[in-house]
């Protein structure tokens, strides 16, 4: 038992990594009140959508997000039964 834990602790920590440097690249857009009143000019489809550098890194995040989570609740479920 102790190797999963081991190993578990060594994926969170990696993926909770990942997750900072992720978030840490994304692109804040902080056009101020003058988008939350009248929307941005932006377009999702005029700016190649999907091939953006941006929406790269949005689903490296949630793939990252959602493994940390499954890894998280895959260990506690484990320590509980098998612990």
Partial sequence: ??????IS???LVVASVVIIL???FTDTHNSGLNSAIG???DSF???????????KIN?????IVIVFFVVA???????AYLG
């Fill in 59 to 63: 689903r490296v995040t949630t793939v």
């Fill in 22 to 24: 992720a978030v840490l």
């Fill in 73 to 79: 609740v895959v260990a506690n479920v484990l320590s």
């Fill in 1 to 6: 038992m102790a190797v999963v834990n081991i």
């Fill in 39 to 41: 929307g941005s000019q």
């Fill in 45 to 55: 489809f005029g700016r190649n959508g999907g091939n953006t550098r941006e929406a």
């Fill in 9 to 11: 602790g060594i994926v």
